[in-house]
T-cell receptor
Framework: DTGVSQNPRHKITKRGQNVTFRCDPI?????LYWYRQTLGQGPEFLTYFQNEAQLEKSRLLSDRFSAERPKGSFSTLEIQRTEQGDSAMYLC?????????FGPGTRLLVL | QQPVQSPQAVILREGEDAVINCSSS?????VHWYRQKHGEAPVFLMILLKGGEQKGHEKISASFNEKKQQSSLYLTASQLSYSGTYFCGTLDRGSTLGRLYFGRGTQLTVWP
């Protein structure tokens, strides 16, 4: 257990539905990252927060994706109008310096 | 920008050694190594912050050749628990945001 928690751990949804994932980072960590991982691949960067400010978004993050980190604490990642290609593991990582500690991930399956 | 890892897969007997390589086409600030078991999150192993640095973690160590933009992970006297997929994550020199680029991973299987 790294101290980073994510909920839910698994989500099955139908195509077209909206889903929201939550990440609770290690409390003193001011930087938070979202990654997506598909089978046989390494994690791919989605977006980055420093405190409550979203400083970078990957081109992978279409308009259907939105992320927030109100008050610089927990973060949410929402996917609207899900597509089958959104099926993946969504990982959150937090850090205060150099090392990124990953949460257990949310595995999304879009039917 | 995605680093290249080699080999893609390694099969070992318990007690044997392995080397996993990670190379980048970009100048690097740091290299981060993780191990991931099936269905679980990546677990941090070590970070190498400057050229030539070598670090160790139990019987797992790593080196970073800044000039060659390469890092290698050394697993000695492998144990069954070492099985999993190993990823290197690289942080480009000049990056101010800490965005890591991960390789596709090396799948390590250790048999008794």
């Amino acid at each position: 257990d790294t101290g980073v928690s994510q909920n839910p751990r698994h989500k099955i949804t139908k195509r077209g539905q909206n889903v929201t994932f939550r990440c609770d980072p290690i409390s003193e960590h001011n930087r938070l990252y979202w990654y997506r991982q598909t089978l046989g691949q390494g994690p791919e960067f989605l977006t980055y927060f420093q405190n409550e400010a979203q400083l970078e978004k990957s081109r992978l993050l279409s308009d259907r994706f939105s992320a927030e980190r109100p008050k610089g604490s927990f973060s949410t990642l929402e996917i609207q109008r899900t597509e089958q290609g959104d099926s993946a593991m969504y990982l959150c990582a937090s850090t205060s310096q150099e090392t990124q500690y990953f949460g257990p991930g949310t595995r999304l399956l879009v039917l | 920008q995605q680093p290249v890892q080699s080999p893609q897969a390694v099969i070992l007997r318990e007690g044997e050694d392995a080397v996993i390589n990670c190379s980048s086409s970009k100048a690097l600030y740091s290299v981060h190594w993780y191990r991931q078991k099936h269905g679980e999150a990546p677990v941090f192993l070590m970070i190498l912050l400057k050229g030539g640095e070598q670090k160790g973690h139990e019987k797992i160590s790593a080196s970073f050749n800044e000039k060659k933009q390469q890092s290698s992970l050394y697993l000695t006297a492998s144990q069954l628990s070492y099985s999993g997929t190993y990823f290197c994550g690289t942080l480009d020199r000049g990056s101010t945001l800490g965005r890591l680029y991960f390789g596709r991973g090396t799948q390590l299987t250790v048999w008794p």
